[in-house]
């Protein structure tokens, strides 16, 4: 990621940036045997824009090269954008517009949108190394706004149901199981 931060008071920092990741994710690779078998899985870039407030617990203020070296907690707002995607017959898929779970079916969940709200939050230990510079170490989360970064809430719909109103790839996604064993998709 890339950020500009500005010291406006000795305990106080507001820092934007920009950040990217890449996630990713598998069923095989779990231990739950029940979620093993559906044998989903996904990979979605995501591109982050957002602002923090930094608390200095001993104070910041390089500029009068007193007070070089804090530790700090932050919290703050961003907005993000993310498009999960998954392999299928050899080939990257969106599965947001697919539906997978029903969304945008009758008595469903409209289509979820590809760009959400987080709340970035943490710690970190900064030092000055002049008036311009820092080094720094910071560890932070996020707390998401959306419950599809994976493409998954946990609402699936029968296999023929999907079928119908998204479609087969909708429906040959919404659940891989029948692909254990190289068969047809699974019919619940």
């Known amino acids: ?13 507001i820092k934007s940036g920009f950040n990217y990741a890449k996630v990713k994710g598998a069923d095989e690779r779990l231990d739950n045997t029940e979620l093993k078998r559906r044998i989903l899985s996904f990979a979605s870039n995501i591109y982050e824009l957002g602002a923090t407030v930094e608390y200095n617990i001993f104070g910041f203020d390089p500029s009068q090269y007193n007070k ?20 299928y017959n050899g080939n990257w898929v969106e599965l947001q517009p697919l539906g997978t779970e029903g969304q945008g079916a009758p008595s469903r969940d409209k289509k979820y949108n ?12 900064k030092w000055a190394v002049n008036d311009k510079w820092n080094i720094g170490f910071e560890v932070g989360s996020r707390y998401a706004l959306t419950d599809y970064i994976d493409d998954v809430k946990g609402a699936y719909m029968n296999y023929n ?15 891989r ?11 619940r």
């Open 114 to 125: 590809r760009i959400a709200v987080a709340f970035p939050y943490g710690f970190g230990l």
């Open 161 to 175: 149901e999907l079928l119908l109103v998204n479609g087969p790839t909708a429906a040959a996604l919404g659940d």
């Open 68 to 87: 070089t070296i804090t530790p700090y907690i932050f919290a703050g707002v961003a907005g993000f954008y993310f498009n999960p995607k998954t392999i």
């Open 177 to 187: 199981s029948g692909e254990l064993l190289d068969g047809e998709p699974t019919i």
């Open 1 to 13: 990621g890339l950020f500009y931060r500005v010291n406006f008071k000795p305990h106080f920092t």
